[in-house]
């Protein structure tokens, strides 16, 4: 016991990042030690996580797929989605995002209509107390290692608590002297101060909450620019990879500070072909319109677990959300065909040489190898390794091109490709997944030369 310990000092609770099964995790990532002295990738959906960008940029289509990506990984997670500006009617999407199982019915959707904030408020109190009378029937067993016991760290079942969006959440009291007042009534002058206060307290208590009863707040938040009083005012950004006038709305100064990850969503754009008018990747085998199939950059304004300022250049659908294993193809493409055999205009994986790779059955493609995808997805967690991390100071010799990736993996013989393609890359307490873990960084160990 620590002299801390003995004063009555207790240690923090553990809560690691989700794993999503995209690019995100190794963006926001780190490797940890797990029971079996594998490295465990620690990355993806922060305890608080937000995202904000200007309307239309699908920060809500995204932070949806990504429920669903994580809904599909962990069982036992519950979602409630706060929805304040009342554009969502149904769950049904989520169910679509999924595709190939049922998410929606561990989705609750509200409102303000239905609820106010201070109900909402007072309604996760209860929760939150009852599931602390109950906690051990709320605890699971992970993969991590307890370096204190030396045996698998617990977790809360995690619960997302999801708030679209943080902007226009509204203090009750405004909301009753809206129906009691008209829109040019004076008394409406002091809304932006008590908007400011409950905003504050509000995160605040979310920061406490996530840590103490294994919650994973995700909030969504206006972005627009600054508005100056005068020509000559000087504008000082709000964050180091802010452009100047960017503003967020309506959100107070502390959501840029609790989060433990702020994202920013940019400028989605229609991926084209080289004629500037058909789509890259026509999605025809859902029957959908191709201009449907968007990159959308989002960039990483605060992290507290890895590197801020990277930019991800997502592959979106308005109605599927984020393709991830098309991001992985899109990735990978656009940094210098790292790790493709180009022929033609075709594409050779060099970690599964024998499909080949064309713009326009790609999606198909994708959707019907899980070889194929299992392989973007280890060569684009290297490829952005190689280019964030400082790999030389790295007690592993980490491979700087996907040659040389696959040769090392091919003079040896304890780890076939077999072994590696069929294995899956997100941790997760799930028993019943009986997929193997292999990281890619439990890869980059096994085949050093000894």
């Not at 992970?142 to 902007?167: C, E």
Request: charge should be neutral; aromatic fraction near 10%.
């Amino acid at each position: 016991m620590s002299i801390f310990e003995s004063a009555g000092f207790v240690k923090a609770k553990f809560q690691p990042c989700l794993n999503t099964g995209t690019i995100l995790d190794i963006a926001l990532g780190d490797y940890v030690i797990g029971t079996n002295g594998e490295w465990i990738l620690n990355g993806g959906l922060a305890p608080m996580t937000g995202i904000t960008g200007y309307g239309g940029t699908y920060k809500s289509t995204a932070f949806d797929s990504l429920i669903v990506r994580v809904l599909m990984r962990y069982p036992l997670i519950e979602v409630l989605k706060y929805d304040t500006e009342q554009n969502a009617f149904t769950v049904t999407r989520f169910d679509r995002m999924a595709r190939t199982e049922e998410v929606s019915h561990r989705i609750l959707l509200t409102n303000q209509s239905t609820m106010d904030v201070d109900e909402f408020q007072d309604n996760l109190k209860k929760l939150f107390e009852a599931r602390e009378r109950d906690k051990y029937s709320y605890t699971v067993e992970t993969p991590f290692l307890d370096l204190d016991t030396g045996k698998p760290a617990l977790m809360w079942v995690p619960l997302i608590v999801y708030i679209d969006s943080f902007t226009m959440l509204r203090p009750a009291a405004e909301e009753q002297s809206s129906k009691k007042t008209n829109v040019e009534d004076q008394s409406n002058n002091t809304n932006d101060m008590n908007d400011g206060r409950m905003k504050k307290a509000l995160i605040s208590l979310f920061s406490k909450w996530s840590q103490r009863y294994g919650i994973y707040f995700m909030m969504t938040a206006q972005l627009g620019n600054v508005i100056k009083m005068n020509m000559y005012e000087t504008v000082t950004k709000q964050n180091q990879w802010f452009k100047q006038n960017d503003n967020m709305k309506n959100v107070g100064p502390l959501f840029k500070y609790l989060t433990n990850t702020l994202l920013q969503a940019i400028n989605p754009t229609p991926i084209l072909a080289s004629d500037k008018k058909s789509a890259e990747y026509p999605n025809n085998h859902n029957n959908e319109n191709s201009i449907d199939i968007n990159e959308l950059n989002i960039r990483i304004i605060r992290c507290k677990t890895s590197l801020s300022g990277g930019t991800i250049p997502f592959v979106m659908s308005q109605n599927l959300g984020i393709l991830s294993d098309l991001t992985n193809y899109h990735y990978l493409k656009k940094n210098g065909d790292f790790g493709y055999n180009v022929k033609g205009y075709s594409r050779y994986c060099v970690l599964k040489p024998d499909v080949k790779l064309t713009r326009m059955d790609i999606i198909d493609t994708l959707e019907n190898d899980y070889e194929l995808c299992r392989a973007l997805e280890i060569l684009t967690q290297l490829k952005w390794i190689t280019t964030y991390w400082n790999i030389a100071n790295m007690d592993v010799n980490i491979p700087e091109t996907a040659e040389k990736f696959v040769d090392m993996v091919a003079a040896q013989d304890t780890l076939l490709i077999s072994d590696i393609l069929n294995s899956r890359g997100y941790w997760t307490y799930n028993k019943e997944d009986k997929r193997p873990y292999l990281s890619t960084m439990d890869i980059i160990e096994k085949i050093q030369k000894r």
